[in-house]
């Protein structure tokens, strides 16, 4: 395998592909593993632009392409022939996000996300051609896969490493290693690989990454947010929006079907969240973190005779470290959108008909959708054109640790909750912690963070840099509350990390070191949506510096919520544009038109 993988260097992609296909087990792939493999049969692959795009205008952008597995009705025939061909599914080549090399055999798995249906291919030949039971040829029926084997002759395998490397440009490829072998300085969490090179965007003036966004969002929730309220988050991979936006969608309701299995298995749905952070990358310049605060209470309304306290308000809140940001309407109204869908997707008896959307709960239900409210809000912003994806991870930080933040957000001035020095710190914290982890994967041949953290020292040095404050720097206790004094009580933030930290090396998990009463309880582990193929190897640069300080509004005041509306030409879909090998170069957000 490994010479294989050396010799499809020199080799020349061909159009065309013939081999073997194998796919797990029902049972095996409800739970994601690959042990249990089922034999599909013979197949040819093919490259072809996807159904949805427009062949015609030689639209070839990495969403819109597909490859092609065709059933073999006649003898496996070389890979330059067209075989006779049967059924086929179409797989999307942005959702291929792993080609790995098996030793011995010409084996190459693929691994996919999100799932991908292949009853096409296993409806034929007939099941009762086969001799097989009625229930067998019903498990046939939406037998999704996360996992792909192809089995190539011996003397192929060079030619289709390097076509699959043609055809999924993005896709990372993994040799053969020995056992107990591992890649150097690579760490794995759940479905996000932190490679070398991720790692050394948390170097000074560069700029993370969606990997790097993602792997410390997952890391910030295992270790710091309690368990109380984990049940009521949940946290988008950084894909998400771009995903959203991707095949020409108009609107949010027509996006909804570009990331429909992103959150099919979340219990009760997406809308049973109180808070759904959404990271979202503008024009592959900048990050800003858009939060959908109790999504349910716009859905769902109450009777006219009940009233809503001000904190338990639905809305959509901005969080964008830039000093000028650009405008939102364009992402919120893209949110409200898919929020509306959703429910309706879930609510299938209850959507509304065409001539009587006023009247009724479901009438309500959408208007509640489409006026769902967009603040923009008044939070720390960065002295710098490279540290906006340092603050999404320190504004999560801190709302986990506030006592009153989340119930808070957006209603007050939150530019107390930290400085630019505090972020400068989390960067340097975060390389430690890097590093820290990767002498531990070395050490130990094991690169999954989850099982490094089940060592209660690793956990508490790695919850120690996630929310340790620089030296003399404090920030305030409270929503709308002045910092207190240098020889004031301890912050709760600082109080919280004592707590965590002694938490960890005790054995405790964060539930019994968070004194957050304010928060109902929820589930026991956040759903946090799975990396999506297409990040891999992307990245991002950032907000622009700042020219000149801006006003402060008086803290304790209120901050205006308005709906934004800006026409969708305003800004263009964030992160539509290839965001690869951002550098280090600072660049700049041009100011809002008008």
Known sequence: AAE?????????????????????????????????????????IVRRASLQSNEDEGDDREGDIELEFSRVLGPLTSRMQAPIQGPCFRLPTASIYSVEVRNGAGAVLLR?????????????????????????????????????????????????????????????????????????????LDNIELTVRDARLLGAERCLNDTALDFFLRLVIEVVA???????????????????????????????????????????????KRFIL???????????????????????????????????????????????PPPKGFATNFLRG???????????????????????????????????KAVVADVPKQANGYDCGIFIIEYLLHLLTSRSALKGLG??????????????????????????????????????????????????????????????????DDEGAPPPEEDGPPSTRARLAADLRAAALSGRG???????????????????????PEEAGRSAANGQ???KAQPTPQQGHPVKIEQVEEPASAASPPGGGDREDSGDSDVEIPPAPG
């Not at 984990?230 to 079907?257: C, H, I, M, P």
């Not at 964060?510 to 999506?532: F, I």
Request: charged share 25%; hydrophobic share 40%.
């Open 112 to 188: 996919v996300d999100p799932p991908a249906d292949a009853s096409p291919l296993l409806r034929a030949p007939s099941a009762k051609a086969r001799g097989r039971g009625a229930q067998e040829a019903a498990e046939e029926e939406g037998h999704y896969f996360s996992e792909v084997a192809l089995v190539f002759e011996v003397r192929e395998v060079s030619v289709a490493l390097a076509t699959l490397r043609w055809w999924l440009p993005h896709a990372t490829l993994h040799g053969p290693q020995p056992p107990g072998a591992m890649s150097i300085g690579t760490l794995k």
């Open 545 to 547: 510096p700042a020219p």
């Open 278 to 324: 959404v990271p979202i990358n503008e024009q592959n310049l900048h990050w800003w973190l858009a939060i959908v605060c109790h999504p349910g209470r716009a859905l769902e309304p109450e009777s006219s005779g009940e009233m809503t306290q001000q904190s338990e308000m639905a809305r959509i809140v901005c969080l964008d470290s830039a000093i000028d």
């Open 338 to 372: 898919y929020l509306w869908r959703e429910w309706c997707e879930r609510n299938p008896d209850r959507v509304p008909t065409k001539g009587g959307l006023e009247d009724g709960q479901s009438g309500r239900v959408e208007k509640g959708a489409r006026v769902l």
């Open 4 to 44: 294989a993988l050396a010799a499809a260097e020199r080799m020349l992609p061909t159009d065309r592909l013939a081999c073997r296909m194998m796919v797990p087990h029902s049972e095996a792939a409800l739970k994601g593993g690959a042990r249990g493999m089922r034999l599909v049969g013979r197949v040819s």
């Open 411 to 476: 209603l007050v001035s939150h530019r107390h909750w930290f400085s630019q020095d505090s972020v400068s710190h989390r960067r340097k914290r975060m390389r430690w912690l890097v590093a820290r982890l990767q002498s531990e994967a070395k050490r130990r041949k094991e690169p999954d963070v989850m099982k490094l953290l089940q060592d209660d020292g690793i956990r508490a040095a790695v919850t120690s840099a996630l929310v340790d404050l620089p030296q003399m720097k404090r920030p305030a």
């Open 510 to 532: 964060p539930k019994q070191a968070s004194a957050r009463a304010d928060l109902p309880a929820g589930g026991l582990r956040l759903p946090v949506a799975r990396r999506p």
């Open 226 to 272: 309690p368990e109380s309220v984990r049940g009521d988050l949940y946290v988008a991979s950084s894909f998400f929006f771009q995903k959203l936006t991707s095949n020409n969608a108009a609107t949010g309701e027509e996006g909804w079907q570009n990331v429909a299995r992103w959150t099919r298995s979340l219990p009760g749905g997406l809308l049973e």
